[in-house]
């Protein structure tokens, strides 16, 4: 199996003497979609993006509170033409001109929509690299967003956004056939269970099946060596098709009801936890708007700073 390394999200951390920088930092335009927007200060705003050729970045937009100076562009989802100051070191870009190309708006009126795209949005905080080049993962950011808010809120999207992930990641799951014996997947009886393994990214027919691995469910804290997810012939056809089609014909062909693909989501989401190096296993948070389960368990966040550990 074939994994590549990647950054892993890192939170920006601004103190308000980084102003004084942007005067002497290189302009640069690129494409930018909006991935997370949080005040700064009274009147600025620090504002996250997937960029077509920069990776993704971090960005101050100065008066943007206050002042009509960006319009929508900083609005979530929105995909705009950055002009932005960049200087080699620096912990923030400074944006001095946005130019919208397409505001998503219909995502932002329909509340699954805006849960379904909050999620995208937090898995590209975590695997999106920073300030590296990725125009892939900005083609399948784009394409979903596209795609979700012409359909409307639908689960194979996000499954197809997963299983895009881990092929962006080199991760390459054994789908023709059983890890066990080798019978094709078209040739598994129909209603038939399958077991999925989490760290060989394969699957076992009923027959193979092994007893006393760990069934990873919502909730539970197995780690993921010998984690195993049960899951129907027609969810692992579904995987095939997303990893084999673009995003707009996969979801469309994807062919499983909603039981199969939480299924396959859980199974998507323990790959993607277990194979992406430095990816932090915490649950997506806009999961619950969705009434979807995470696979994974709440880690414990670090303790504050300069405060004793009880014992």
């Given at each position: 199996?074939?994994?590549?390394?990647?950054?892993?999200?890192?939170?920006?951390?601004?103190?308000?003497?980084?102003?004084?920088?942007?005067?002497?930092?290189?302009?640069?335009?690129?494409?930018?979609?909006?991935?997370?927007?949080?005040?700064?200060?009274?009147?600025?705003?620090?504002?996250?993006?997937?960029?077509?050729?920069?990776?993704?970045?971090?960005?101050?937009?100065?008066?943007?509170?206050?002042?009509?100076?960006?319009?929508?562009?900083?609005?979530?989802?929105?995909?705009?033409?950055?002009?932005?100051?960049?200087?080699?070191?620096?912990?923030?870009?400074?944006?001095?001109?946005?130019?919208?190309?397409?505001?998503?708006?219909?995502?932002?009126?329909?509340?699954?929509c805006l849960s379904l795209a909050s999620v995208l949005s937090e898995l590209m905080l975590k695997v999106a690299p920073q300030r590296t080049s990725a125009p892939e993962l900005f083609?399948?950011?784009?394409?979903?967003?596209?795609?979700?808010?012409?359909?409307?809120?639908?689960?194979?999207?996000?499954?197809?956004?997963?299983?895009?992930?881990?092929?962006?990641?080199?991760?390459?799951?054994?789908?023709?056939?059983?890890?066990?014996?080798?019978?094709?997947?078209?040739?598994?009886?129909?209603?038939a269970e399958l077991t999925c393994l989490v760290a060989s990214a394969g699957w076992l027919c009923s027959k193979c099946r092994r007893d006393g691995l760990a069934h990873v469910q919502?909730?539970?804290?197995?780690?993921?060596?010998?984690?195993?997810?049960?899951?129907?012939?027609?969810?692992?056809?579904?995987?095939?098709?997303?990893?084999?089609?673009?995003?707009?014909?996969?979801?469309?062909?994807?062919?499983?009801?909603?039981?199969?693909?939480?299924?396959?989501?859980?199974?998507?989401?323990?790959?993607?936890?277990?194979?992406?190096?430095?990816?932090?296993?915490?649950?997506?948070?806009?999961?619950?708007?969705?009434?979807?389960?995470?696979?994974?368990?709440?880690?414990?966040?670090?303790?504050?700073?300069?405060r004793p550990l009880r014992s």
């Open positions: 199996m074939k994994r590549t390394s990647r950054n892993s999200h890192k939170p920006v951390c601004l103190s308000s003497t980084a102003l004084c920088y942007f005067a002497f930092m290189e302009l640069k335009r690129d494409l930018a979609i909006v991935l997370r927007s949080v005040p700064f200060e009274d009147r600025h705003r620090v504002v996250t993006a997937i960029t077509e050729n920069h990776g993704q970045i971090s960005a101050l937009a100065r008066n943007a509170i206050q002042s009509r100076r960006f319009g929508g562009t900083l609005e979530l989802f929105a995909a705009a033409e950055w002009t932005f100051a960049d200087k080699q070191g620096a912990e923030l870009c400074g944006l001095r001109d946005a130019v919208i190309r397409r505001s998503f708006e219909g995502i932002r009126a329909d509340f699954d083609r399948l950011h784009s394409n979903s967003l596209a795609v979700l808010e012409e359909r409307g809120a639908d689960l194979r999207i996000l499954n197809t956004y997963l299983a895009k992930l881990l092929q962006w990641n080199g991760t390459q799951p054994r789908l023709q056939a059983c890890s066990g014996c080798a019978i094709p997947l078209d040739q598994v009886e129909e209603g919502g909730g539970s804290d197995t780690g993921f060596q010998q984690a195993q997810i049960r899951l129907a012939p027609l969810g692992i056809l579904d995987f095939q098709v997303s990893v084999a089609l673009p995003i707009r014909q996969a979801s469309r062909a994807a062919q499983a009801g909603r039981k199969d693909q939480l299924d396959l989501f859980r199974f998507l989401e323990a790959l993607l936890a277990y194979h992406l190096p430095g990816l932090d296993r915490q649950p997506l948070k806009a999961l619950r708007f969705l009434g979807i389960e995470s696979s994974l368990s709440p880690q414990p966040e670090n303790p504050p700073r300069n």
